[in-house]
């Protein structure tokens, strides 16, 4: 079955930086789209990032874009959000989802637990 | 940026009674939506895309419709297991994707 497992988070300060990953399993990886979807404690989803399936394509909403960067290593089954500057706006917790396709669709049909990412000083 | 705009913000609603959740898109999305549930401490679980169609093991008391600007999310009759929050999201125009703020059902 497919499964996705994020870990990276923790509390970190303000401007610092922290990378995100998030283990795959359970279907062939290097064949689909994936997304970064994040949520503030209590409130709504707010989509972050998508890769394509071979990494070319990379998408980002403008609150983070120029801060965060998202990668693929097929070799290991991983995606990664490399989080840089961070604010506390950025405090949420973090998941990962599948894109059903190989070219992004825009849709998320599994995601991971999340893990939770604390900015403060 | 597409706003999506969900109503109510909570629905009051009896086990087995039908629930109607509405979700407004501020352009049109043609039929590129889909519709989310979460459960308290659990991560979101994809329901419906395309408008209409269910996802995988989704139950058929699971129906949406709509296209264009205005969609419906129905729960013909509610278990105990669909007191949930529920999130609209088009994938229409992008990036970038976007969610609506949400529905909670709660057992009335």
Redesign the interface.
Known sequence: QVQLVESGGGVVQPGRSLRLSCAASGFTFSSYAM?W?RQVPGK????VS?ISFDGRDK????SVKGRFTISRDTSKNTLYLQMNSLTAEDTAVY?CARDPGIAV??????????TLVTVSS | EIVMTQSPATLSVSPGERATLSCRASQSVRSNLAWYQQKPGQAPRLLIYGTSTRATGIPARFSGSGSGTEFTLTISSLQSEDFAVYYCQQYNHWPPLTFGGGTKVEIK
């Open positions: 997304h979807v709504g989803l707010e989509w998508v998408y980002f909403a403008d998941y669709t825009g849709i998320a049909d599994y995601w991971g637990q999340g």
